[in-house]
Nanobody, 114 residues
Framework: QVQLVESGGGLVQAGGSLRLSCAASGSIRSINRMGWYRQAPGKQRELVALMFSDGTTNYAESVKGRFTISRDDSKNTVYLQMNSLKPEDTARYYC????????WGQGTQVTVSA
């Protein structure tokens, strides 16, 4: 089992920045990817950014050039640096990890005011 704990959400004005963190614990040795999804009210959960174990990254088109995913292996933590935030980025952001199964964090709210 893998446990994921997110932090770093909050309220920010449009154009501002936030950094989300996700710390993984438990049976993390077999994790082959970690990343972030988000879900806005009334919408489906969608991929934001994903990082594979070889360092390859994948971003949603809507966040390319504004968001950056990174990781610190010594802390078993993945980060999402979010710059130039827009009101449409408002959502609950969930950390995701996968080994032989998928794991989700509890989510952290990001609200961007106009």
């Amino acid at each position: 089992q893998v446990q994921l704990v997110e932090s770093g959400g909050g309220l920010v004005q449009a154009g501002g920045s936030l950094r989300l963190s996700c710390a993984a614990s438990g049976s993390i040795r077999s994790i082959n990817r970690m990343g972030w999804y988000r879900q806005a009210p009334g919408k489906q959960r969608e991929l934001v950014a994903l990082m594979f174990s070889d360092g390859t990254t994948n971003y949603a088109e809507s966040v390319k050039g504004r968001f950056t995913i990174s990781r610190d292996d010594s802390k078993n933590t993945v980060y999402l640096q979010m710059n130039s935030l827009k009101p449409e980025d408002t959502a609950r952001y969930y950390c995701y990890a996968r080994d032989f199964g998928g794991y989700w964090g509890q989510g952290t709210q990001v609200t961007v005011s106009a």
